[in-house]
T-cell receptor
Framework: KAGVTQTPRYLIKTRGQQVTLSCSPI?????VSWYQQTPGQGLQFLFE???????NKGNFPGRFSGRQFSNSRSEMNVSTLELGDSALYLC?????????????FGSGTQLSVL | DAKTTQPNSMESNEEEPVHLPCNHS???????IHWYRQLPSQGPEYVIH???SNVNNRMASLAIAEDRKSSTLILHRATLRDAAVYYC?????????????FGTGTRLTIIP
């Protein structure tokens, strides 16, 4: 089985732009969650989608949004980029997401904001 | 905000047991504890999780204190492949919203 696939692997943007990141979960997995990883703040939970609906969310501002399609693929969008948004963005998938059972992570998208 | 604290780094000799601590003093009765580890240039990998009682799997054991304010991940016999950053995670439930709160991570170095 293929693992979780995130595209693109690297991305460079400038302040004020917006960006869309993509995540393809493991086949059959219906829950997709997103995370931000920075040297200063560590790993932080953004949100989780299940059956095309946002089911859980962390403490990020509304500039961070996401969606999930009927095939469970997910996208994350960040609008009006700030320098502090530079980070590794990780997504993870799981079968149903109940009780946050075993998550399978992708290798991430490294976003640099200049 | 809820705090989950871990030592920044630990060292262990190869083939010896390793005990990785995590403090979660504000934990509530329904918060699960999960452990993941991350190798360089990779996403985190699941290790183990539990709620109240001790848990074992083929990778590790999880010992949760009786008051649940701390937990310990136990690697029974460390190998060089166990060198990674280990994260303790709380699943916090609040009015129907569940949120993952990551610890700061412990960088484990295995000495051959």
């Amino acid at each position: 089985k293929a693992g979780v696939t995130q595209t693109p692997r690297y991305l460079i943007k400038t302040r004020g732009q917006q960006v869309t990141l993509s995540c393809s979960p493991i086949s059959g997995h219906r829950s997709v969650s997103w995370y931000q990883q920075t040297p200063g703040q560590g790993l932080q939970f953004l949100f989780e989608y299940f059956s095309e609906t946002q089911r859980n969310k962390g403490n990020f501002p509304g500039r961070f949004s996401g969606r999930q399609f009927s095939n469970s693929r997910s996208e994350m969008n960040v609008s009006t980029l700030e320098l502090g948004d530079s980070a590794l963005y990780l997504c993870a998938s799981s079968l149903e997401g109940q009780g946050w059972e075993k998550l399978f992570f992708g290798s991430g998208t490294q976003l640099s904001v200049l | 905000d809820a705090k989950t604290t871990q030592p920044n780094s630990m060292e262990s000799n190869e083939e010896e047991p390793v005990h990785l601590p995590c403090n979660h003093s504000t934990i509530s009765g329904t918060d699960y504890i999960h452990w993941y580890r991350q190798l360089p240039s990779q996403g985190p990998e699941y290790v183990i999780h539990g709620l109240t009682s001790n848990v074992n799997n083929r990778m590790a054991s999880l010992a949760i204190a009786e008051d649940r304010k701390s937990s310990t991940l136990i690697l029974h016999r460390a190998t060089l492949r166990d060198a990674a950053v280990y994260y303790c995670i709380r699943i916090i439930s609040n009015f129907g919203n569940e949120k993952l709160t990551f610890g700061t991570g412990t960088r484990l170095t295995i000495i051959p």
